[in-house]
């Protein structure tokens, strides 16, 4: 009972973390594009993480046969997942790349019956109804234009490749440092990154990104977002079932709504709080199942 509620709590300010995010990077890719933005949060996550461990003392240590399945996680989840999503959010909107990267969760289910063999029960499947339901109230007037459909794809491909990504999370010794486990995956996107955008660096507008803004946004995206966050996130999936895990994913639409309306004054109606009321009655379906 103990793991699955740390589980839940970690799983549950990850995706929290990462509702926040579609924000930011709106506002950081009108300075600096997808493939540079997503190269730069990761060596400030590196470093973050490499200060971390150094402070806690942990070790980096990985079994020649468990390689693989860590450059499968930072080649699908890191580098694939990642670049699509920044991609995705450029071409539509901050809330079309929350919206479509909340079907998260359904992937996880269907990847984890297939790879890990995970039973699909009657309370797992009740549970990602009612999420899926609560999002489709919360977004249920949100139209996407035809315009942002190539973002939009490129959002979906981003979902499916996350999806994977955490499943096969699930695939990675316990006994493993998951500041190691994470620091290594972003170890291997920043080697498959570098050759396509070091040479574009010179090309940035600098002086532009001097502004609190983006500097700000950068941080929050490299330490927040992607050293806490994928910490928090791999430990929590380590606590939970694989299927169950994912569910904590549709806390992402529910807080970039949130706190558009707290910070950016956007408009929420008594929609968004029914659609939460079935979000919070699925997680906690999930939670009393893993009880």
């Not at 993480?49 to 080649?75: A, E, H, N, P, Y």
């Not at 895990?245 to 309306?261: D, E, H, N």
Request: aromatic share 10%; proline share 3%; hydrophobic share 55%.
């Amino acid at each position: 009972m103990k793991n699955t509620l740390l589980g839940s709590l970690y799983l549950s300010i990850a995706a929290s973390i990462w509702g926040g995010m579609y924000v930011v990077v709106k506002v950081v890719v009108d300075v600096v594009p997808p493939l540079e933005l997503v190269w730069m949060r990761y060596v400030i996550a590196i470093v973050a993480l490499f200060i971390i461990s150094v402070v806690t003392k942990q070790s980096w240590r990985i079994k020649k046969k468990d390689w693989l399945i860590i450059f499968l996680i930072g080649l699908i989840g890191n580098t694939i997942s990642i670049v699509t999503q920044e991609v995705g959010t450029m071409l539509s909107t901050a809330q079309t790349g929350a919206i479509i990267t909340s079907t998260t969760p359904a992937f996880m289910v269907l990847f984890a019956r297939v790879i890990l063999k995970e039973k699909i029960t009657v309370k797992k499947a009740a549970s990602i109804l009612l999420a899926t339901v609560g999002v489709g109230i919360i977004v249920g007037n949100a139209q996407i234009d035809p315009a942002h459909q190539l973002g939009g794809l490129s959002l979906l491909v981003a979902a499916l490749t996350w999806s994977l990504m955490s499943v096969l999370v699930k695939r990675v010794p316990e006994q493993y440092s998951q500041i190691a486990v994470t620091g290594y995956a972003i170890l291997v996107a920043i080697v498959l990154l570098t050759p396509v955008t070091v040479g574009r660096l010179a090309e940035l507008d600098f002086q532009t990104m001097m502004h609190p803004s983006v500097w700000g946004g950068l941080l929050y995206l490299g330490i927040v977002s992607t050293a806490c966050a994928f910490l928090l996130w791999n430990r929590g999936l380590q606590m939970l079932n694989a299927s169950s895990g994912g569910l904590f994913f549709f806390f992402q639409p529910v807080v970039g709504t949130f706190l558009g309306w707290l910070l950016l004054g956007e408009q929420i109606g008594f929609s968004f709080w029914i659609g939460t009321l079935f979000i919070f009655a699925g997680i906690l379906l999930v939670i009393r199942e893993n009880k």
